[in-house]
């Protein structure tokens, strides 16, 4: 089971990041993901599968002044 933003989730196992993060209505284009310590290039979102072994932590950006 991979471990996302520090919990344990069952059902990304098999999935592409990007059908991960499309799952939950994030904007690909306002977020950062850390796949195992390491920042994941956006090219690489559709061609990076999660394994029950990754750690992954999804950071959103936010704007405003």
């Known amino acids: 089971m991979a471990i996302i933003n520090g919990k344990n989730i069952e059902n990304a196992n098999g999935m592409s990041v990007s059908d991960y993060l499309d799952s939950l ?7 950062a993901v850390e796949l195992n310590g390491n920042i994941l290039p956006k090219k690489n979102f559709k061609d990076t599968i999660i394994s029950e ?7 959103a950006f936010v704007g405003g002044g």
Do not use: F
Request: no cysteine.
């Open 53 to 59: 072994a990754d750690k992954i932590e999804i950071v």
């Open 25 to 31: 209505n994030y904007n690909s284009q306002r977020i």
